[in-house]
T-cell receptor
Framework: AQSVTQLGSHVSVSEGALVLLRCNYSSSVPPYLFWYVQYPNQGLQLLLK??????LVKGINGFEAEFKKSETSFHLTKPSAHMSDAAEYFC???????????FGRGTSLIVHP | SQTIHQWPATLVQPVGSPLSLECTVEGTSNPNLYWYRQAAGRGLQLLFY??????ISSEVPQNLSASRPQDRQFILSSKKLLLSDSGFYLC?????????FGSGTQLSVL
């Protein structure tokens, strides 16, 4: 069984500040981990994917995430927030023979000028 | 690369009316196809997935059904909509274990 917990349904930052979106997972086998972004009234787009090649994964738009097995975490960060980063962010996990991911409930990122 | 078409973009339907949402995929053959629903504050819920024509797996028992009449066509249906069917419906396909989503249909049942 696999599950994902995203801490905080909303995160608010100022433009230029550090972005940190938290994700913890549970999986009985080594997982694949994903972050997706959803802009208003659109489908989801893949930001980045972890597949065990490297613990620090770099994605699009300056985002990156670090896989920490001991903490079962895969937090998403960006050094400096832009207004255009305002969106809903979803963490997801897939593992074992099924590649169908399980999604977290999402975190809404709000960026203040 | 693959392209996912979903329509309509928005839909307002009365309770008890039927539903048909269509999704087509271009740029890939024999794709795995998925229907997700996104309700406010509840994240993404997998409704159905299909690994081939006529093969449908249901993840959540409910008022909806899915069909795959052609390789690149995936249809979500209901005979009688409920208020609780309101939400944002997303079709997706996967490539190299990554999901690619359509632009979604916002369904409001009134």
């Amino acid at each position: 069984a696999q599950s994902v917990t995203q801490l905080g349904s909303h995160v608010s930052v100022s433009e230029g500040a550090l972005v940190l979106l938290r994700c913890n997972y549970s999986s009985s086998v080594p997982p694949y981990l994903f972050w997706y972004v959803q802009y208003p009234n659109q489908g989801l787009q893949l930001l980045l994917k972890y597949t065990s090649a490297a613990t620090l994964v770099k994605g699009i738009n300056g985002f990156e995430a670090e896989f920490k097995k001991s903490e079962t975490s895969f937090h998403l960060t960006k050094p400096s927030a832009h207004m255009s980063d305002a969106a809903e962010y979803f963490c997801a996990v897939s593992s074992g023979g099924s590649y169908i991911p399980t999604f977290g409930r999402g975190t809404s990122l709000i960026v203040h000028p | 690369s693959q392209t996912i078409h979903q329509w309509p973009a928005t839909l307002v339907q009365p309770v008890g009316s039927p539903l048909s949402l269509e999704c087509t995929v271009e740029g890939t053959s024999n794709p795995n196809l998925y229907w997700y629903r996104q309700a406010a504050g509840r994240g993404l819920q997998l409704l159905f997935y299909s690994v081939g024509i006529g093969q449908i797996s249901s993840e959540v028992p409910q008022n909806l059904s899915a069909s795959r009449p052609q390789d690149r066509q995936f249809i979500l249906s209901s005979k009688k909509l409920l208020l609780s069917d309101s939400g944002f419906y997303l079709c997706a396909t996967d490539v190299n274990e990554k999901l690619f989503f359509g632009s979604g249909t916002q369904l409001s049942v009134l």
